[in-house]
Nanobody, 119 residues
């Protein structure tokens, strides 16, 4: 049974950092592309970052230079280091598994972890 469990969300002041983690189980983690997506209150889902099986990465323009995605295949863990947070980063963040192109290509989602950026 595929499971993705996120942690690390919470309240942060603007300019501060948070680190999200996602523990994967039930599948061969190292062989899948993984992503972080987020959904802000009242908005649709948004791509945040993507990591290939070879470790190559992609970031949305809104987080590029501030967020860093990483994976530890030995620990079946995906991480998202978020620096210089601003209020537009407030959202529920989801760890997802990629099996295809676009939103329909995300076949497994975690329960999400809430990040709130506020002074």
């Amino acid at each position: 049974q595929v499971q993705l469990v996120e942690s690390g969300g919470g309240l942060a002041q603007p300019g501060r950092s948070l680190r999200l983690s996602c523990i994967a189980s039930g599948f061969n983690f190292s062989t899948y592309y993984m992503t972080w997506v987020r959904q802000a209150p009242g908005k649709g889902p948004e791509w945040v970052s993507f990591i290939h099986t070879d470790g190559s990465t992609w970031y949305s323009d809104s987080v590029k230079g501030r967020f860093t995605i990483s994976r530890d295949n030995a620990k079946n863990t995906l991480a998202l280091q978020m620096n210089s947070l601003n209020d537009e980063d407030t959202a529920i963040y989801y760890c997802t598994r990629v099996v295809g192109v676009g939103w329909s290509g995300l076949d497994a989602w975690g329960q999400g972890t809430l990040v709130t950026v506020s002074s």
